[in-house]
């Protein structure tokens, strides 16, 4: 199983970028997948995530700014985020949570976003 996300990079403050999750293993139909991230000197918090039935929740900071889908043809997961503020600034990582079991879960490495004030 793996789990490739790429996409961050640096961006002003309001601006847009994309990030994806490639995935391979078999895993997307059997898995939440979410994106987390992590600031420096922070825990890492989740922002979004999204169901095999493609329901979606988000962390109350990134509501109504970032939108997070999945495209089962190419067994991928998208962050859509726009309108970024510098305290988006953090690694995103995507990960798998198996719908059964719980305590299966698998991480991607991560990619670094940075937002300019």
């Known amino acids: 199983v793996q789990l490739q996300a790429f996409g961050g990079g640096l961006v002003q403050a309001g601006g847009s970028l994309r990030l994806s999750c490639d995935t391979s293993g078999g895993i997307f139909r059997n898995f939440i997948m979410e994106w987390y991230r992590q600031a420096p000197g922070k825990q890492r918090e989740l922002v979004a995530t999204i169901t095999s039935g493609s329901s979606t929740n988000y962390a109350d900071s990134v509501k109504g700014r970032f939108t997070i889908s999945r495209d089962s043809a190419k067994n991928t997961v998208y962050l859509q985020m726009n309108s970024l503020k510098p305290e988006d600034t953090a690694v995103y990582y995507c990960?798998?949570?198996?719908?059964?079991?719980?305590?299966?879960?698998?991480w991607g490495q991560g990619t670094q976003v940075t937002v300019s004030s």
């Open positions: 990960s798998a949570q198996n719908v059964l079991l719980r305590s299966i879960r698998y």
